[in-house]
Nanobody
Framework: QVTLVESGGGVVQTGGSLRLACVGSGGVFSDYGLGWFRQAPGKDREFVAAISRPGRVTEYVDSVKGRFTISRDNAKNTVYLQMNRLKPEDTAVYHC?????????????????????WGQGTQLTVSS
């Protein structure tokens, strides 16, 4: 069973950039499909991005396409979320998640109920 720990959150100005990282331990990292979700105060958890195993296929919510990039380094057991041209509406707690038994070449999808393992989250605040 994999344990996920996020890092890299913080406070950034509108238009700035930040990279989140999520390190997995306790499982075979390359076996998992991986995703990033976010939750803003008073709102439901929202899908942000997902990546297949071994990492050639990605998927994004429309609001971050062209600004965010998800990637993974299986040798480092890490999945990243590079965020550029940040907006105040990107402010949220960002969680990484892993899905078991994902077919190679398919993303794990945007439905949070399909994911089996979750990190505690890291806070991103974008100031205007």
């Amino acid at each position: 069973q994999v344990t996920l720990v996020e890092s890299g959150g913080g406070v950034v100005q509108t238009g700035g950039s930040l990279r989140l990282a999520c390190v997995g331990s306790g499982g075979v990292f390359s076996d998992y499909g991986l995703g990033w979700f976010r939750q803003a105060p008073g709102k439901d958890r929202e899908f942000v991005a997902a990546i297949s195993r071994p990492g050639r296929v990605t998927e994004y919510v429309d609001s971050v396409k062209g600004r965010f990039t998800i990637s993974r380094d299986n040798a480092k057991n890490t999945v990243y979320l590079q965020m550029n041209r940040l907006k105040p509406e990107d402010t949220a707690v960002y969680h990484c998640a892993a899905r078991d038994s994902i077919v190679t070449g398919m993303t794990p999808g945007s439905d949070s109920k399909l994911y089996h393992h979750w990190g505690q989250g890291t806070q991103l605040t974008v100031s205007s």
